[in-house]
C-alpha cells in the first residue's frame, strides 16, 4: 500500500525522523526544510523527474512560547498536564499540545486557540527559513539541519503572536 501512496524516496523518511528527534531532543520546534525528487505517482496522478522543497511543521510544545503565556493560561497548562484525571474534564490541556483531534467538534475555543498560538510561534522561529523559501529574501535557503537548528537557537522572531489571556 505504501508504494501505491509514496512520492518520495523512502531513503529520505530516514533523514526526516533523524532531524525531528535531534530537535525533539534540543527542545527546538520541529521544523525542517529539504528538498526531495519526485518520483511518478499513477496513483494520484503526480509526475516524476521533478524537485521540490517541503518545509516540515509538526505540532510540538514550545518552551519559549510557554514562558511567555499570561500566568492563568500557563497555571491551567501547569495543572491539567499534572493531573492524572483531568483528561475527562472538558476543556482539558492534558497532553497539549498532542489533544485528541479525532472526534468531530472535539476541541473548545480554549484548546483550538491555544494551539493556534503554540503553532503561529514555531512559524515565526522559522521566519527566515519561509522568507527563503518563497525567495522572499535574498539568496536561496540551503541550509544544512545543523544550521537550521542554529537559527532556531538564535532566538524567537520579533514578529511574534501576542500571547493574551488564551482562556
Known amino acids: 500500500i505504501n508504494n501505491a501512496m509514496q512520492v518520495f524516496p523512502y531513503h529520505r523518511f530516514n533523514e526526516l525522523c533523524r532531524v525531528l528527534l535531534l530537535k525533539l531532543k534540543r527542545r527546538e520546534p520541529l521544523v525542517f526544510e529539504a528538498s526531495y525528487p519526485v518520483q511518478q505517482n499513477p496513483t494520484f ?20 512560547w510557554e514562558a511567555r503565556l499570561p500566568e492563568d493560561t500557563a497555571r491551567k497548562l501547569r495543572e491539567d498536564r ?16 498532542r489533544l485528541p483531534t479525532h472526534l468531530e467538534d472535539t476541541l473548545s475555543s480554549t ?29 536561496i535557503h540551503d541550509a544544512s539541519p545543523e544550521d537550521q537548528s542554529k537559527e532556531m537557537e538564535a532566538g524567537v522572531s520579533n514578529t511574534e503572536p501576542s500571547n493574551e489571556s488564551l482562556l
Open 45 to 64: 496522478g503526480v509526475p516524476g523527474d521533478w524537485t521540490v522543497t517541503v518545509l516540515w511543521f509538526f505540532l510540538t510544545p514550545n518552551e519559549a
Open 82 to 97: 499534572a493531573s492524572p484525571t483531568s483528561h475527562f474534564i472538558p476543556d482539558s490541556l492534558r497532553g497539549f499540545p
Open 111 to 139: 484548546q483550538v486557540n491555544l494551539l493556534a498560538s503554540c503553532q503561529t510561534a514555531n512559524v515565526m522561529a522559522a521566519e527566515h527559513s519561509i522568507r527563503c523559501l518563497l525567495k522572499l529574501d535574498e539568496g
